[in-house]
Structure formats: C-alpha cells, structure tokens
C-alpha cells in the first residue's frame, strides 16, 4: 500500500558533496545540515568515513559531527566501508552507521578495494560492533540495478545478497540505483522479490539517481510498492565518484513537491529547501540541478486571490 507519509533522507552533505569539485568548509558544511534541518529534514547522511585521499570532501568528518546540533528528533547517517571506518565513526556522535555494499564485484573493489563477498563479511561485524555500541546499523545495496563496468544486476543476485545481510538483523535495507539507470518497472519488480524473500519486518530505503532523468519516476514506483525512506539530496547535487558520469541525485526540492502535491507527508517546507538551494548555489558558485528553485513552488499562498483573467 502506497505511504501516506515519506521520510526524506537528505544525502546531500554526504553524497552530494563528495562529488562536487568544490570542498566546502566545515562550516559551511555545518550551516548545510542546519539548515535542511530547519526546513523540516529529520534524517541526514552527515559524512563518510573513507580515506581522506580517496574523498577529501569528507576529510573533516570528525570536526564536522562535533560542531553539529544534538536533539532527539535528529538523526546523523555515518557512511562506513571497513573496519577502520567504523572505528573512527564510532568515536563520534553519529547515531547510525550506514554500510555500502556494492552489488557487482568490479565496482566494489574500485570503490571499497575488496570483493563483494569480503564487505559482506565486514559487514557482519560491522553491524554487531555498532549494536554493541548503541547505534542503528543499516546496510544499502549498492549498484543494484546495473553497473557501469559488469553491465546489468540481476533481480536475483540482489536477493541473494539481501538475504546474506539480513542474518544480522539490519534496522534498514537500502537499495541504490548508483549509476541512475533503474526504471520504474525494475523499481517495482525489486521491491516485490525483496519482500517476497525477506519479508515486511524491515523497512526498505530506495537511492535513486535522476542520471538518465528517471530518479523522481523511480521514487514514485518504490513508494507506490510501500516504501517509506526515500533518499534525496538539496539541490540535486553529488552522486558517486567511483562510478563514471555517475552524476545526479534526486533533488530534495522535486522529490518534495511531488509528494506535497500527492497528499504525502513529507514534514519538509518547500519554501525553506528552495531557500537552502540557493543558499547553495551561492556556497558553490554556480546553478544547482534541482527544477524547483528555478520554476519556483505552486501554487504560491496568494495564488487563490489572484483574478481568473490574469492567467496567461
């Protein structure tokens, strides 16, 4: 059954950024996340724990979740890929930790310089040695409709490896569409085979990317097929450096107004993420891809005041 109400993750300051040419300060970063939250984002993928020559976009993880405001309705993602990233993101306040797994042997090495398998192994710990510490442990499934150097992902590999990690018991099961290249057909079949396989106890996240200008599409079939955690960056910046023109999150701004306009809750102000893009903007200097801030919300408050005939 479709949800009445959507959390937004805003994967902007990781995701996002990690992309961007530009290395925005630690506090600029800061004001991002304050900012998002003050337009109603109550789940944010903070940072990523990698080293800092492979991303230095996310080289100040550490001072960055120190600076950030604690309240209980606020929840920090950190993004882990081994061990040593566990460690350090333990060492902080983050409330989740978030493990990638990539789906296709070759992109997981580029990206995590071991084998599917070996990450699922790190994964087990990683999950234990998070629950042990009093976080959330949520694991994504990365490239899991297609990669850019194996080709196509089938639905069944996914499974497969979907059921390897849900033996230890992940408060959340992503799914990303790392390279953009899912349609809402595949979305769905997805989403069914994963609940037919691991039932409807743990909720599903989606990750989609608008490369190929499917990713609002895309959302709308998974939240259609009952997910309830969608991922979505302010601006529709980043996307993944690992993978080639992996450009194009989906912009928190669309995916906002789509659902606003649906009668789907979303707890976001469209008015204040359009602010934060241009804040944005001016951050990095240049337009952001998202459509909202150009063509701005509608309808505006004052629109049912206007005469019928000033409609052009």
């Excluded at 925005?24 to 003050?38: H, P, R």
């Excluded at 081994?82 to 990539?102: F, P, S, W, Y």
Aim: aromatic share 4%.
């Amino acid at each position: 059954m479709k949800a009445k109400r959507v959390s937004i993750v805003e994967v902007g300051p990781r995701d996002g950024l990690q992309s961007e040419p530009e290395v925005l300060s630690t506090n600029s970063k800061a004001k991002f996340i304050e900012l998002a939250i003050d337009s109603g984002i109550r789940r944010l993928e903070v940072a990523s724990f990698v080293h800092p020559k492979k991303v230095p976009q996310m080289a100040d993880a550490e001072a960055l979740i120190s600076t950030l405001p604690q309240r209980d309705d606020i929840s920090y993602i950190g993004l882990v890929m081994n061990q040593r990233g566990l460690d350090r993101a333990l060492a902080t306040k983050v409330h989740e930790i978030g493990m990638v797994i990539v789906a296709s042997d070759t992109y997981n090495r580029k990206n995590q310089g071991v084998s599917t398998a070996e990450s699922i192994d790190a994964w087990y710990t990683i999950a234990k040695r998070a629950k042990e510490s009093g976080r959330r442990a949520t694991v994504t499934i990365s490239a899991a409709f297609g990669c850019p150097y194996e080709g196509e992902v089938s639905i069944a590999h996914v499974v497969d490896i979907a059921k390897r990690v849900m033996e230890v018991g992940p408060v959340e099961l992503g799914i990303a569409d790392s390279i953009g290249v899912a349609v809402p057909t595949q979305v769905s079949e997805l989403i069914a085979a994963l609940r037919h396989s691991i039932g409807n106890e743990t909720p599903l996240r989606c990750h989609l990317h608008n490369t190929r200008n499917t990713g609002l599409a895309n959302a709308q079939a998974a939240i259609d097929a009952g997910v309830a955690s969608i991922d979505a960056s302010i601006g529709g910046i980043g996307g993944c450096p690992f993978a080639p023109a992996a450009t194009g999150n989906i912009p928190t701004d669309d995916l906002a107004y789509m659902l606003s306009r649906s009668r789907i809750e979303t707890g976001v102000s469209l008015h204040k993420i359009v602010a934060v893009s241009r804040w944005l903007e001016r951050e990095l200097g240049r337009n952001v891809p998202a459509m909202l801030p150009k063509a701005g919300v509608f309808p505006e408050p004052d629109y049912q005041e206007r005469p019928k005939h000033e409609a052009v």
